[in-house]
C-alpha cells in the first residue's frame, strides 16, 4: 500500500477576506511524480508556497510523513525544510556565481563536508543532469534548459526526500521541455523522492504524473483528484476533462 508523504487536511488558503481556495483534502503518496493543475489564477502555486511554509494557511493543517508544519515550531520546521529541493520558475541560481558555487551553497550551510568532499558531490551532482564540466560556468553563459537543470543539481545537493517543481517547463522549447521530464523520472526512480509539481503543460502532466490535483477558480476548492489520464477520460467535472483534452499548447483562459 501507499504511504502518504504529504497530506492536506481541510486547507483554507485566504489573503485576508479574500478566499483563494477552501476545502482542500488530499494526500500525495511517498514516491508520486504529483501535479497540480488548474486554470490560471486558481492558486496553484499559492498553494506550493503554503506547502513550502512561504504563506500560512487560514485554516487546516499540513503534515510532512504525519507531522504537522503548521503547527512545528521554528527548530521543526527547518529540520523538515533540510528534507526538502525547491525549483522555481527562473530557476532562481546566482547570476554572479558559477554553477559549481551555487550548488556548493546548500552543502556549506548544512554540512560539515570538506572543501575536496564538496567538490566531489558537485562533480556529482552535475553529471546526474549532464552538465559535467560545466562547473566553472555562469548562468548567462548557458542555455536556458541547462539553467533549469544546474537547478535541479542544486535542489538534490543535499538528496532530498521531497522535490517540488514551480513550473519547471516554464519558457523551454519543447524538445528541452521533454529532456527535463525525462530528466525528472530518471532522478525520482533512481532516489525515490517524492516529486511535487506546478504545471499547466499537457506533455509533463500525461509523460510523468503518477497523480494530479484539480483547483478549481470559480468553486474555489478542489474538484478532481486522482491519475490525469483517468480524469481526462472519466471525470465527472466537465472543466476537468476540457482542461486535460485541450491541444498541447493552447492558451488557458483565466477563470472568473
Known amino acids: 500500500m501507499s504511504e502518504a508523504h504529504i497530506e492536506i487536511r481541510d486547507l483554507c488558503m485566504a489573503y485576508g ?3 483563494i481556495q477552501r476545502d482542500l483534502n488530499f494526500a500525495i503518496n511517498r514516491g ?3 501535479v497540480i493543475m488548474g486554470g490560471s489564477g486558481c492558486g496553484k502555486s499559492t498553494l506550493l508556497r503554503h506547502l513550502l511554509g512561504l504563506i500560512e494557511p487560514a485554516t487546516g493543517d499540513i503534515l510532512y510523513s504525519g507531522e504537522s ?11 523538515m525544510r533540510r528534507s526538502w529541493g525547491i525549483t522555481y520558475q527562473s530557476g532562481g541560481l546566482f547570476t554572479a556565481m558559477t ?11 548544512y554540512t560539515r563536508y570538506s572543501k575536496t568532499e564538496q567538490a566531489d558531490i558537485i562533480d556529482y551532482k552535475l553529471a546526474l543532469v549532464g552538465l559535467s564540466g560545466y562547473q566553472d560556468y555562469y548562468p548567462s553563459e548557458i542555455s536556458g534548459g541547462m539553467r533549469k537543470r544546474a537547478a535541479l543539481a542544486r535542489a538534490i545537493a543535499l538528496d532530498p526526500e521531497i522535490l517540488f517543481f514551480d513550473e519547471p517547463s516554464a519558457g523551454l522549447d519543447p524538445i528541452s521541455s521533454r529532456l527535463l521530464d525525462e530528466l525528472i523520472v530518471q532522478l525520482q526512480q533512481s532516489t525515490g523522492a517524492t516529486v511535487v509539481m506546478v504545471t499547466h503543460e499537457l506533455p509533463s502532466i500525461f509523460g510523468i504524473a503518477t ?33 486535460l483534452a485541450r491541444e498541447s499548447g493552447t492558451p488557458i483562459e483565466e477563470q472568473a
Open 17 to 19: 477576506s479574500r478566499v
Open 32 to 34: 508520486d511524480i504529483f
Open 69 to 79: 508544519f503548521v503547527h512545528a515550531d521554528p527548530e521543526a520546521r527547518d529540520t
Open 99 to 109: 554553477l559549481a558555487e551555487n550548488i556548493a551553497l546548500p552543502l556549506q550551510l
Open 211 to 243: 497523480n494530479s490535483v484539480y483547483l478549481d477558480a470559480a468553486t474555489k476548492t478542489m474538484i478532481a483528484y486522482g491519475d490525469p489520464r483517468e480524469l481526462r477520460d472519466h471525470s465527472d467535472q466537465p472543466v476537468v476533462r476540457q482542461f
